[in-house]
């Protein structure tokens, strides 16, 4: 009887293992570009703000996480020539403090900045991809000593960049 039972369980077993089979299959193989497109131009990002240097931050952010993933994938400056194009927009530049100090000044900032990226397919004249929401947020201290101050501004923007290169980068190879 016991030995009826460990053979139904596994055949159970196996029959659930092997229904389970798609669940498993691995996931971001990044194929959501076409295959044509070999070629993919990222002009200077637009900045109409007047925040010092941010586009030159978030194209160069933008460049090395394409390189750094997608080997295959050549990167050009200029649109002509290309099978695509990818074009950024940082629309707002926005910090403020967010936690004060004993004496009121503010020693914790909040870095938001909202840009809009679009790629095009210049073979087929199509839009692969559209966002022109992108919402990034970031913090950084300052601190109290002012022996010792550092503006970490910069860095912090730099962080954003490569945050935000990450995730549009994700977001447009494995297609979510």
Known sequence: ????????????????????????????????????????????????GLRYKVEQRFTSAMIDEV??????LQVVSKAEGADAVMLGTIKQFNYRGVLLDDY???????????????????????VIFDNQNYIFKTEYEVTGDPNNFFNEEGTAVNRLARDFAKSVLTTILEGF
């Open 67 to 72: 390189l750094r993933r997608q080997r295959a």
């Open 104 to 126: 009121g000044r503010a020693r914790v900032f909040e870095v938001t900045i909202i840009a809009g990226i679009t790629v095009r397919d210049q073979t087929t004249n199509k």
């Open 1 to 48: 009887m016991t030995k009826r039972i460990s053979q139904l369980a596994l055949f159970l077993l196996l029959g659930l293992v092997c229904g389970f089979k798609e669940c498993y299959k691995p996931v971001g193989k990044g194929e959501a570009l076409p295959k044509h497109i070999q070629t993919l131009a990222i002009p200077p990002f637009q900045n109409p």
